[in-house]
């Protein structure tokens, strides 16, 4: 039993140098070579020595708790690093103390993972330190964080202190800016009561698309160079209803010819950034908005800002759901839906995008599309994802990720009342 711990703290180049060492031991005892043994009994006595301070030292460390914890939001390619803390206790001579992150990585949520490894070394006195873990996209990671004691020889590894375990959802990098329009009136309007005190009898903000001309305050405006409107607490204010549908249809396992690959997941991921993009520029343009975000496993209903970023969490870890037959669609009869125009963000994963623009007809349709790249279109339009990011930063891709993907892309059909925005992404080695 004792061989077997002395092994596994153990490094394979320690175990190597030590290993010929003992051979070498052995057989100059045979010859009576004086110099081979001197050598030789030097470097074990200097394992010995080493093994001792460090297993001397993993017990001082015993109750070293080191606290790893992502900034958030954590997005792709994240520049800042992890900051890691707790270091506050003294390391032995000739070692040193380095903290690792190993577990899985389910790039956008799917069921296949990548293998991920960071490590990281912490400055001899310091309490804190940072690790570089990145990711390249999107998605959920589960990972253990602990700490090993090694020898500045590289001889042996003691594990030491507590580990802790953490999963984190990973953000889409932000895509390719790209100016839209957005018309307030393709929303429905609905009412909000506002309530203020008794002694407030108005209060007055920036005009919005909507605001009826009589509450203007022209004075305050011509004031000012702007028109602000006056709001009433004795009134209701009206707001408007976005709708968006975010088609997360796509190959999602259930077989091997049906397992999404890193090709389908970054055309998702980049859905997922144009929808991020289209959220937040709406939401700093009038806060008054509400959205009402329906997608294949849940619906959402948007408010403010706290509620929008919950959303984004969870849009991180969103995966692709299988398609299925929709049953036939009318906007109208739905409770809440709103008499404008409805924003659809897809995929050319999703097989059922154009039954389901049919029957969004006659309403206005204004589609945000994601498809590989085309060999016309400019290169700095693409946004690329390339394999070799993954392997320089730690990660172990899953065979079955690097496999060619969907073999039927979809194209949208014509919308006769709305546009079509399309976004161009492909994977590179």
């Known amino acids: ?36 043994i001197v050598l030789a009994v030097a470097v074990l006595g200097l394992g010995l020595i080493l093994s001792i301070i460090g297993a001397w030292g993993s017990r001082k ?7 790893w914890k992502p900034p958030v939001p954590f997005g792709a390619n994240a520049v800042e690093g992890i900051q890691v803390t707790g270091f506050n206790l003294g390391v ?21 993972c990548c293998r991920v490894y960071a490590e990281t070394t912490v400055p001899r006195g310091a309490g804190e330190t940072q690790l570089n873990l990145s990711f390249p ?4 990671f589960h990972g253990e964080g602990f700490c090993r004691l090694r020898d500045i020889f590289g001889f042996f ?29 393709t929303g429905a309007e609905d009412q909000r009561n506002k309530n203020t005190s008794n002694e407030e009898r108005y209060y007055m903000r920036e005009y919005a698309p909507g605001d009826r001309f009589r509450d203007i305050n022209w004075k305050s405006s011509d004031r000012i160079d702007t028109l602000i409107t006056r709001i009433s607490p004795d009134n209701q204010e009206k707001v408007s209803r976005i709708e968006v549908y975010f088609r997360n249809f796509g190959p999602s396992g259930g077989g091997a010819k049906n397992q999404a690959s890193l090709k389908d997941l970054w055309l998702f991921d980049r859905a997922k ?16 908005y509400i959205f009402c975000i329906h997608t294949a496993q849940k619906n959402w209903e948007i408010t403010d800002q706290d509620e929008l970023e919950l959303f984004l969490e969870e849009l991180g870890s969103l995966s692709f759901a299988p398609p299925r037959n929709e049953p036939p669609f009318s906007l109208g009869s739905e409770k809440n839906a709103a008499p404008g125009g409805v924003y659809v963000f897809s995929t050319s994963c999703d097989p059922g995008l154009p039954g389901f623009l049919l029957s969004c007809q006659p309403r206005p349709v204004f589609l945000f599309f994601v498809r590989s ?31 060619s993907g969907s073999a039927q892309e979809v194209n949208p059909p014509g919308l006769a009342g709305g546009t079509i925005e399309i976004d161009y992404a492909e994977v590179r080695l």
């Open 1 to 36: 039993m004792a061989l077997i711990r002395f092994r596994l703290v153990l490094t394979p180049g320690g175990f190597g140098v030590f290993g010929i060492a003992l051979a070498v031991l052995v057989r100059s005892l045979s010859a009576r070579n004086v110099y081979e």
């Open 92 to 112: 032995p001579y000739f070692f040193r103390l380095h903290f690792m992150v190993k577990g899985r990585f389910f790039p956008v949520g799917g069921p296949r």
């Open 137 to 140: 996209i999107s998605g959920v």
């Open 273 to 288: 950034a144009r929808l991020t993009q289209f959220l937040r520029a709406v939401n700093d343009e009038q806060n008054r």
């Open 157 to 185: 590894s003691f594990p030491c202190g507590v580990s802790h375990v953490r999963s984190l959802t990973v953000r889409s990098a932000p895509g390719m800016k790209k100016p839209f329009r957005i018309d307030p009136h």
């Open 373 to 403: 790249g085309a060999p016309k279109i400019k290169a700095d339009t693409v946004e690329r994802l390339y394999v070799r990011d993954f392997l320089t930063q730690g990660f172990i891709l899953a065979p079955g990720l690097l496999v």
């Open 61 to 67: 460390l015993s109750s070293l708790e080191p606290g």
